[in-house]
């Protein structure tokens, strides 16, 4: 069974994937546009770095899930 996913939304923190970079150097930024297809599923989307913006398609962004401070519980260690 598929579990459904999230679409990207405007806000998302993401990291882009860059097939010639190695995964640390991957660029981080957060989505500003999101392209849907006909069929209503996000496609594509447009990432504000902190050096320039990007369009990817969905399959080449990384979300971070890194959640609202409303949501976050903090435990003592």
């Known amino acids: 069974m598929v579990s459904k ?3 990207l939304s405007v806000g998302d923190i993401v990291i882009l994937v860059d097939d010639t970079l190695p995964r640390n ?4 930024g957060v989505i500003t546009e999101v392209f849907t297809a006909k069929d209503g599923q ?3 989307a ?3 770095t ?3 913006t990007f369009e990817r398609p969905v ?3 990384a979300v971070l ?6 949501n976050c ?5």
């Open 25 to 28: 150097s991957w660029p981080k």
């Open 65 to 70: 899930d890194v959640g609202n401070a409303q």
């Open 5 to 7: 996913v999230k679409p």
């Open 73 to 77: 519980k903090l435990t003592d260690p």
């Open 50 to 52: 902190s050096s320039s």
């Open 42 to 44: 996000v496609r594509r």
């Open 46 to 48: 447009r990432v504000k």
């Open 59 to 61: 399959a080449k962004i």
